[in-house]
């Protein structure tokens, strides 16, 4: 079983929906959570980290956070495409090298 | 604040060489982290440095090393060049207190 799980996609949404990102993980110890996001050929920029379960809402960006489900979802208003990218999901976690990515998931916002 | 820096930002090698990456944490950051990202797959965990000592090492062969200095930059050296090597070499870093990992623009590294 993966660490922390994302649907590969693509994640096709039109301009100005929302787009609903999720990730798992399987570590119930965590207690750390971000939101990267990646453009082809790019390196990761972070968008968004929660600690707390609830909502986080920066912009059009919210990062919901359910540790009892081990969930944690991104989502997008107002998609725009600029917003195409791969987002990656990282987990923070006492070992290892702190922080364990899932392998991303693409988004595609079509105009 | 400047960012975390790679240097270089493309190396052409050939099978066998040997090649050496470059990372400059964010300033008053004590963690360096490397990161494999080959073409279309997801990221692979290399080596984590902190306070100048290896901490962690990810499932690669010991040809990949690497090390960190009293400033801590931090040098990834990738002996016996292989094709397969061919990827996005990416750093990270964070500060002593924290797990949050900002990653420079990466070396692409291509092995003919």
């Known amino acids: 079983q993966k660490e922390v799980e994302q649907n590969s996609g693509p994640l096709s949404v039109p301009e100005g929906a929302i787009a609903s990102l999720n990730c798992t993980y399987s570590d119930r110890g965590s207690q750390s959570f971000f939101w990267y996001r990646q453009y082809s050929g790019k390196s990761p920029e972070l968008i968004m980290f929660?600690?707390?379960?609830g909502d986080k809402e920066d912009g059009r960006f919210t990062a919901q956070l359910n540790k009892a489900s081990q969930y944690v979802s991104l989502l997008i208003r107002d998609s725009q495409p600029s917003d195409s990218a791969t987002y990656l999901c990282?987990?923070?976690?006492?070992?290892?090298?702190?922080?364990?990515f899932g392998a991303g998931t693409i988004l595609r916002v079509k105009s | 604040e400047a960012g975390v820096t790679q240097s270089p930002t493309h190396l052409i090698k050939t099978r066998g060489q040997q090649v050496t990456l470059r990372c400059s944490p964010i300033?008053?950051?004590?963690?360096v982290y490397w990161y494999q990202q080959a073409l279309g797959l997801g990221l692979q965990f290399l080596l984590w440095y902190d306070e100048g000592e290896e901490r962690n090492r990810g499932n690669f062969p010991p040809r990949f090393s690497g090390r960190q200095f009293p400033n801590y930059s931090s040098e990834l050296n990738v002996n016996a060049l292989e094709l397969e090597d061919s990827a996005l070499y990416l750093c990270a870093s964070s500060s002593r207190d924290s797990d949050t990992q900002y990653f420079g623009p990466g070396t692409r590294l291509t092995v003919l």
């Open positions: 990282a987990v923070g976690v006492e070992y290892g090298n702190k922080l364990v």
């Open positions: 300033s008053g950051h004590t963690s």
């Open positions: 929660i600690y707390s379960n």
